[in-house]
Nanobody, 118 residues
Framework: QVQLVESGGGLVQAGGSLRLSCAAS????????MAWYRQAPGKQRELVAT???????LYGDSVKGRFNISRDNAKNTVYLQMNTLKLEDTAVYYC????????????WGKGTLVTVSS
């Protein structure tokens, strides 16, 4: 099993920055890739960014050039650095892990709220 705990959300002004963290525990070695998703009120959950075990990254079109996903293997933590935040970035951000070797395979954190104000 894998447990994910997000932190770092909060209120920030448009144009500002925020860094989210996702601490993983449990069967960490079985994780193939991790990702950040977000869900704004009334909208579907969307992919923000992914990072593989080898460090390859992929970003959603709406955050390219503004967000950066990274990982610290020693701390079993994945980060999402969010810069030049916009009002439309307001959402609950969820950490995700894919671990096909485990029974559940897909894991989600409980989410952390990011609110961007004008």
């Amino acid at each position: 099993q894998v447990q994910l705990v997000e932190s770092g959300g909060g209120l920030v002004q448009a144009g500002g920055s925020l860094r989210l963290s996702c601490a993983a525990s449990g069967s960490i070695s079985s994780i193939i890739h991790m990702a950040w998703y977000r869900q704004a009120p009334g909208k579907q959950r969307e992919l923000v960014a992914t990072i593989t075990r080898s460090g390859s990254t992929l970003y959603g079109d709406s955050v390219k050039g503004r967000f950066n996903i990274s990982r610290d293997n020693a701390k079993n933590t994945v980060y999402l650095q969010m810069n030049t935040l916009k009002l439309e970035d307001t959402a609950v951000y969820y950490c995700y892990a894919f671990s096909p070797a485990t029974m559940i395979k897909e894991y989600w954190g409980k989410g952390t709220l990011v609110t961007v104000s004008s």
